[in-house]
């Protein structure tokens, strides 16, 4: 696949944050992603869209190699490369704790660890080593405020997160991932377990977070694609149809195939 | 249209269908009595029989050839020590072994077997691991016939049992705790000290309770390997001989065990010493549900702070 033209207009002023080249990737005998290509771009957000089993939680869940904790998964091929110091996350010599400290993430559905509000957000700080209490306090504060979570929880930090609602436990989630400071964070179809206003509120959120960090966001939701993000990729059947400007993407696509997904004509 | 004779028809089925509910349900009630009112029936019994022998003397005596002046100081003590000595090296050794089969171990055809083994090793006799005892701790480490040997026996023979409940206890975390905690950037150990056993903590701690509910009235094991049936003194208090070595003599002591006294009593003629077993039953009895109801109030403290 060759990124499609067109491209430019959206990346003017963009720096490359992660390139994904060639990727191939295997589950045991099932090659779940064939040849997948795309660019990740600073301070943006990135959609990655299409249908069930199509690869898009596969290969968001490359760039934190969540893959290596289960046996048969494999990575075949190609690779993701980090900017600016031109890391590729799946070399075999990376060590994968690293990259989950440079690129945290928010699962589908909300996991608050069974633990205080304020344990729940230091987590991602204590496994750096962070244990001086002002400074703890400071950081869970600034990524509680982050994630729009602050002026709900700040007079009850030592309740369970699990007394939140469900919007809620996706907001601390959010705050444990952007605790750490992270230069990219993974949104594994974060809405789809939230009602409409929680959905929104999350929406919001991630449109804001884009100041701060680098965003790469699966959803099967082709209207949240089109309102929060800057870039979308289409992926079928384990590779990359389309990648351009979200916009672009939505109103002219330059593959039948996306056309056919993003008008409901197939998916 | 529903017409009268229709929902007649309908109604005569779910009345015929309910039958088996009915059947089922007092099948089941059936089958439960035969288990709660045969114990029930037992335990009663022996509390008729046994109660009115109870009393603090019942506790402060050592066995004795009167039936009278018998009781059960040096049989609650060893079993007291055995289980003191069974607990600390079966949960630590079980838990680690749970934790690893869970968390550590690559899925391969050697782990497949040794889980395989650990359940198998759950049904082996008790006897057996009394024979093993005596020639491994009695002899070949040269334990002799003291509280260590037999604590460790038990230790063994409960291992399986905490393993296998470590491991459910573990399994019953969702795997989005799990992912979590890595995706974090924590490490194995991290997420295992952090989240794995603080949130299994009372399903293990469950299973323990049973282990030792299960050892607390093992009696082959601790005869194979050569607990005295008769007794009249006691081990020095643990902890409290002169240190270092001494620390440590109430281990390589020789003892007895509850139900060790009990058999004794029961295997005498007079009927006096039967009715010193069932006091001694009793107590056992209470032992073992003390334990049990331990269980239930800690898993349900453990519980209340872990919501998924």
Redesign the interface.
């Known amino acids: 696949m060759q990124i499609q033209t067109g491209l430019e207009a959206g990346v003017e002023g963009a720096l490359l944050k992660a390139d994904v080249r060639d990727l191939d990737f295997y589950y045991g005998a099932f090659h779940a992603l064939k040849r997948v290509s795309m660019p990740i771009y600073d301070h943006r957000v990135t959609a990655l869209i299409g249908p069930s089993g199509c690869g898009k939680s596969t290969l968001l869940r490359c760039f934190?190699r969540?893959h290596d904790?289960y046996?048969g998964n494999r990575y075949a091929g190609g690779g993701i490369v980090l900017y600016p110091d031109d890391t590729n996350l799946l070399a075999p010599g990376v060590d994968p704790?690293e990259v989950?400290?440079r690129i945290?993430?928010v699962?589908q559905?909300p996991?608050?660890?069974?633990k205080s509000i304020y344990e729940n957000v230091a987590?991602?700080l204590?496994?750096?080593g962070m244990s001086n209490k002002n400074e703890l306090d400071d950081r869970v504060e600034s990524a509680l405020k982050g994630a729009a979570l602050w002026n709900e929880v700040s007079n009850r930090l030592k309740e369970?997160g699990?007394?939140l609602s469900g919007g809620q436990q996706q907001r601390l989630?959010i705050a444990?991932?952007l605790a750490?400071d992270p230069e990219i964070i993974l949104f594994d179809e974060p809405t789809s377990a939230l009602d409409p206003i929680a959905t929104a509120s999350i929406e919001e959120l991630i449109t804001e977070l884009k100041e701060k960090v680098t965003i790469l966001i699966v959803t099967h939701n082709m209207q949240q694609a089109a309102r929060i993000s800057d870039f979308t990729g289409y992926m079928y059947l384990g590779e990359m149809v389309e990648f351009g400007v979200t916009d672009q993407i939505f109103i002219k696509p330059q593959k039948k195939a996306t056309e056919d997904y993003i008008t409901g004509r197939f998916g | 249209m529903l017409k009268p004779a229709d929902l007649a028809a309908i109604r005569a089925i779910i009345t015929r269908a309910k039958r088996w509910d009915l059947f089922f349900s007092l099948l089941g009630i059936l089958s439960l009595m035969v288990g709660v009112l045969t114990f029930t029936v037992l335990f009663v019994d022996m509390a008729i029989q046994g109660v009115p022998r109870l009393s603090m003397d019942f506790f402060t005596s050592f066995p004795s050839r009167r039936a009278e002046h018998a009781g059960i100081l040096s049989a609650w003590v060893g079993t007291v020590l055995v289980m003191l000595v069974t607990a600390l090296s079966a949960v630590p050794l079980g838990v680690a072994a749970g934790v690893y089969l869970e968390e550590y171990a690559p899925k391969n055809w050697i782990t497949d077997i040794i889980e395989i083994n650990i359940s198998n090793l759950a049904g082996i006799p008790s006897i057996v691991y009394g024979l093993l005892a005596l020639g491994l701790f009695v002899y070949y480490f040269g334990f002799g016939q003291s509280v260590l040997s037999a604590g460790l026996t038990l230790a063994l023979l409960i291992l399986p049992v905490i393993i296998v409940a470590t491991r459910e206890a573990i399994r019953a975390i969702p795997q989005s705790i799990h992912e979590g905690s890595y995706a974090c950037g924590a490490t194995t150990w991290q997420t295992v000290s952090d989240h794995i056993l603080p949130y299994s903590s009372a399903g293990i701690l469950t299973g323990v309770i049973i282990g030792m509910a299960r050892a607390i009235g093992e009696t082959a094991p601790i005869i194979t390997i050569g607990a005295l049936t008769f007794i009249a003194f006691l081990p020095t208090a643990p902890f409290s001989g002169d240190p270092p070595a001494g620390l440590f003599d109430w281990i390589f002591a020789p003892f007895t065990v509850m139900p060790i006294q009990m058999f004794n009593w029961t295997s005498r003629p007079e009927a006096a010493f039967s009715i010193n077993a069932a006091a001694a039953g009793f107590v056992l009895v209470f032992m073992t549900l003390a334990m049990n109801g331990l269980a239930i109030y800690v898993r349900y403290r453990l519980r209340k702070n872990i919501k998924w």
């Open positions: 934190n969540m904790l046996p704790i989950r400290m945290s993430m699962f559905k996991n608050p660890f069974p987590y991602s204590r496994v750096r369970l699990a007394n989630c444990r991932a750490s």
